[in-house]
């Protein structure tokens, strides 16, 4: 049984493909590294399994538990992220309160970012998958939960903790068809999207770069400079992309949020993709990630063509030496041009911006706001960069004592006050001016107007509003001052 733990927060976790902390918006996205996992077991016949998506369905733990009763399994798989990882552990206690028998093991790429052992703080928990959660999962039932064999786990021996190197998995082919068909599909969405029912899926792991801060890089890409840019990506086959597809086309999945680093790291790759889509006759509408170095006007029009109505790309800062703290790899004027590509295509555009990084200042922060007013992107995020052991950026913060290590795990949240100072600016004052960020953005007259105008769906953009009003205006005020 494979279960994504529902939550008690009101605006719910991301816990997908490492991503960490509370939603930014009210967005639902299907759990993606479960449905890799069910992807596994269906491509080595094993179909007896259901999956439990709690959070997305909004099922309390008591709910869970009466499920785990009534299913009866011998496993229960689930995921975590540091943020959330009390809740979260609170699957493995139900499922040994249902039987001592069923073996549970949790699953996360960023397991080995947890600051301690986690095996020792929670006692229910029998295994830990530390990175690509199929293998271990597949050869846990194949070994009959004799760990001693099974590669990426940490498990228990005689009282002490053990873990197995890594089973490298470069071919993504071998995680098989995530098994969407297992999941309800009409629970899913995202304040961006075109039509219904919306899903989501990746087709890579890792990023060509690697920031210094980014979980995602860090604990996906698998290795260390396997692209010139510092990251590394690993690319499912077309074959396998399309048969995807067809498969969430079959279910009447209308719309897909693609949920790569990015979608076309190689650009000849995604010209094929896109190309075949519409060989295919692939009716689906769907966003991407994008990086401003991996993006080519006729690419951008191929996948417009496909059916791609909005990218989303990284503009971290507007200020150069930001940028080049962050090893971003990018220059301002790189990102500028593609900004101006996309919107050439007529393609939507959000944005996401991390503030904190090594430099940063107010100034920069104020900078970088104006100057993604002036992109006007249809949406944009300014997240508070979160520090995970394991990535450059937490070294850094450690080796100089900037870090609030007293800070509890709930703090490490991009949406935050972030657990960490900088020499030139506090964490009150990143908060503060990045919630101006938000407020300065959204509620401009020109961009209600707009967005009301361009709306698909009206009452989405009006609970969305109300969920901005709440988180940008109503709870800085209780955290910090509401003025800049
Ligand atoms: S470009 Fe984005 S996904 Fe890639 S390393 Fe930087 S932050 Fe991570």
Not at 116 to 126: A, E, H, Q
Not at 173 to 190: A, Q, R, V
Request: contains cysteine.
């Amino acid at each position: 049984m494979l279960i994504e733990p529902g939550t008690e927060t009101t605006e719910g976790v991301m816990r997908i493909l490492a991503s960490i902390g509370s939603n930014k918006v009210n967005w639902k996205f299907p759990p993606l590294d479960l449905l890799g996992v069910g992807g596994m077991l269906r491509r080595n016949g094993i179909e007896d399994f259901v999956i439990l998506d709690a959070l997305n369905q909004g099922f309390t733990h008591q709910y869970t538990k009466e499920q785990i009763e009534k299913e009866k399994p011998e496993l229960v798989v689930f995921t975590f992220t540091n943020y959330t990882i009390k809740n979260d552990m609170k699957v493995a206690t139900l499922t040994k309160e249902v039987s001592p028998d069923i073996k549970t093991i949790a699953v996360n790429f960023a397991a080995e970012s947890y600051p301690g052992t986690i095996l020792k703080d929670f006692p229910d928990l029998d295994f830990l998958a530390y990175h690509d959660p199929e293998y271990p999962t597949l050869d846990l039932i194949r070994e009959d939960y004799k760990p001693e064999n099974v590669k990426g786990i940490y498990y228990r021996e005689n009282g002490t903790i053990k873990k197995n190197r890594e089973k490298t998995l470069e071919n993504l082919d071998e995680i098989g068809i995530p098994p969407h068909d297992k999941l309800p599909i009409n629970i899913y969405c995202s304040p961006y999207q075109l039509r219904s029912p919306m899903s989501a899926t990746s087709f890579t792991r890792g990023c060509i770069n690697m920031c210094t801060h980014c979980i995602g890089s860090r604990y996906l890409s698998l290795k260390k400079g396997g692209h010139p840019k510092g990251g590394h990506v690993r690319i499912k086959s077309h074959e396998s992309c399309l048969e995807e597809l067809h498969l969430l086309q079959s279910l009447g999945v209308k719309e897909l949020r693609f949920f790569d680093g990015e979608l076309t790291a190689d650009m000849d790759w995604a010209e094929e993709l896109f190309e075949r889509m519409v060989k295919e006759k692939i009716d689906m509408t769907f966003s991407c990630n994008v990086r401003a170095d991996t993006v080519r006007e006729d690419l951008l029009w191929k996948m417009k063509k496909a059916g791609a109505h909005l990218v989303s790309m990284g503009i971290d800062s507007a200020n150069q030496e930001v940028l080049d703290n962050m090893k971003k790899n990018l220059t301002v004027q790189q990102i500028t041009d593609a900004v101006k590509m996309i919107k050439k295509v007529g393609l939507r555009l959000t944005t996401y911006t991390t503030f904190g990084h090594k430099g940063e200042t107010k100034e920069t922060m104020l900078d970088t706001i104006n100057y993604i007013k002036e992109v006007n992107p249809d949406l944009c995020s300014f997240s508070l960069v979160v520090p995970v052991i394991g990535t450059e950026f937490y070294d850094y913060l450690k080796k100089n004592k900037l870090l609030d290590e007293s800070a509890p795990l709930e703090a490490y949240d991009p949406n935050l006050p972030p657990v960490y100072s900088l020499p030139t600016i506090s964490s009150k004052e990143m908060y503060e001016t990045a919630m101006y960020g938000y407020r300065s953005f959204y509620f401009r007259p020109r961009y209600i107007v707009r967005r009301l105008f361009t709306t698909n769906h009206l009452w989405n953009d009006v609970k969305y509003m109300i969920f901005c009003i709440q988180r940008y205006i109503l709870e800085p005020l209780t955290k910090g001052s509401a003025v800049p």
